[in-house]
Nanobody
Framework: QVQLVESGGGLVQAGGSLRLSCAAS????????MGWFRQASGKEREFVAA????????FYADSVKGRFTISRDNAKNTVYLQMNSLKPEDTAEYYC????????????????WGKGTLVTVSS
């Protein structure tokens, strides 16, 4: 099993920045792929970003490209999401996820999920 704990959410004004962190524990060998998803109130969960084990490949949703950056520190078993130029439409619960394989929809390959951290962007 892998446990994922997110942190770093909060309230920020539009145009501001936040950095989310997700610490993994347990069988961290099963975290070859890690990612971030988000779910706004009344909407379905959507993909935000993913990263492979080496960190050399990153993938982003079109809505966050150029504004968000995913990275990981394997020595700390932690993945980060640096969010810049935040918009009110970025307001959502952000979930960390981890899995062994990268799938086309990013979602299917994730085996483990955190409980989420809330990001609220005010206009």
């Amino acid at each position: 099993q892998v446990q994922l704990v997110e942190s770093g959410g909060g309230l920020v004004q539009a145009g501001g920045s936040l950095r989310l962190s997700c610490a993994a524990s347990g069988r961290t060998g099963n975290t070859a792929v890690m990612g971030w998803f988000r779910q706004a109130s009344g909407k379905e969960r959507e993909f935000v970003a993913a990263i492979d084990w080496s960190g050399s490949r990153q993938f982003y949703a079109d809505s966050v490209k150029g504004r968000f950056t995913i990275s990981r520190d394997n020595a700390k078993n932690t993945v980060y999401l640096q969010m810049n130029s935040l918009k009110p439409e970025d307001t959502a619960e952000y979930y960390c996820a981890a899995g062994r394989v990268l799938t086309a929809d990013y979602y299917t390959g994730m085996d483990y999920w955190g409980k989420g951290t809330l990001v609220t962007v005010s206009s």
